[in-house]
C-alpha cells in the first residue's frame, strides 16, 4: 500500500490532485472557524500556500489545451460535438493563459495593479470552459443512447448467425471476449467526467461572484472532483506500475 501511494505522489499529475486535495479540506476548515479569525487566518494562509504550489504543475498547461482544441477542430467527430470541445478547450486554455501571467504577483514578487483582474478574467474562463465540458459530456451520453439500439441489433444479429457453432460446442460455457470491454465503461467515464465538472463549477462560480456560496460548499465540491480525479490518476498510475 505504501508503495502504491508513492507511486501516486511521484506523479506529477497525482502529487497536484493531492495538493489540491489538502486545498480542499483547508477550505471547509476556512468555514467551519469563520467565528476565530486567529484559526481561520492560519487556514487561509495554508490554503494560500497550497494553492500557490498547485500554480507551478499548470504553468504551461495552456499550450496542451490549445493543442487539443486544434486536434479537435480537424477530428471527425460530428459538428456540434466539435464545436462545444473546440471551445472547451479553448477557454480551459486561455484560464491557464492568462493565470500564467499573475505568477509573479501570487509569489509576492510583483504588485501589478491590472493582476486581479487578470485572474477574474481567467476564472470567467474557466467557469466557459466548464459549461462547455458538461455540454460536450451531455452531447456523449445523447450519443450513446442513440447508438446503444444499433449495437443490440447488431448482437443479436451476430448471436443469431453463430447460434449453429455454439449447438456444435454443449457443455462449454462460452468465455467473453478478452478484447471487448465491458459495456458501462463508457458511460461510467462520462458519468464520472460530468460529476467532476458539475463540483468544480462551483470554485470559479463562487471566485468571480455569480455563485454565492460559503467556503464549507466550495472546499466539499472542490474534494469531491478532486477524488474522482484523482481515483483515474490512481488507477492509470497502478497499472502502469504492473506492466512489465
Not at 109 to 119: H, K, V
Not at 175 to 191: F, G, K, L, M, Q
Request: hydrophobic share 40%; charged share 20%; glycine share 6%.
Amino acid at each position: 500500500m505504501l508503495a502504491s501511494i508513492v507511486r501516486y505522489a511521484d506523479d506529477t499529475a497525482g502529487l497536484e490532485k493531492t495538493l489540491r486535495l489538502l486545498q480542499g479540506l483547508c477550505t471547509i476548515a476556512v468555514g467551519l472557524v469563520e467565528s476565530a479569525p486567529q484559526e481561520a487566518a492560519y487556514w487561509v494562509k495554508l490554503r494560500a500556500q497550497l494553492a500557490l504550489g498547485r500554480r507551478y504543475f499548470r504553468l504551461l498547461k495552456w499550450h496542451p489545451c490549445w493543442d487539443n482544441a486544434i486536434t479537435s477542430l480537424g477530428g471527425n467527430k460530428p459538428p456540434l460535438y466539435k464545436t462545444l470541445d473546440v471551445a472547451k478547450w479553448s477557454f480551459i486554455g486561455m484560464y491557464f493563459f492568462l493565470e500564467m501571467f499573475t505568477m509573479t504577483n501570487a509569489i509576492g514578487a510583483t504588485s501589478f495593479e491590472w493582476a486581479p483582474m487578470a485572474q477574474r478574467e481567467a476564472n470567467k474562463c474557466w467557469f466557459y470552459g466548464l459549461i462547455f465540458s458538461i455540454l460536450v459530456s451531455l452531447y456523449e451520453l445523447l450519443l450513446l443512447q442513440n447508438t446503444t439500439p444499433t449495437k443490440r441489433e447488431k448482437k443479436a444479429s451476430s448471436d443469431l448467425n453463430g447460434s449453429t457453432v455454439k449447438d456444435e460446442v454443449k457443455g462449454k460455457p462460452s468465455a467473453p471476449s478478452p478484447s471487448s470491454p465491458p459495456d458501462d465503461i463508457e458511460p461510467h467515464r462520462i458519468w464520472t467526467q460530468l460529476a467532476i465538472d458539475c463540483n468544480d463549477l462551483v470554485i470559479p462560480g463562487s471566485a468571480v461572484g455569480w455563485m454565492p456560496v460559503g467556503p464549507i460548499l466550495v472546499g466539499t465540491c472542490s474534494t469531491i472532483s478532486t477524488v474522482l480525479a484523482g481515483r483515474q490518476i490512481w488507477n492509470r498510475v497502478q497499472q502502469r506500475a504492473q506492466q512489465p
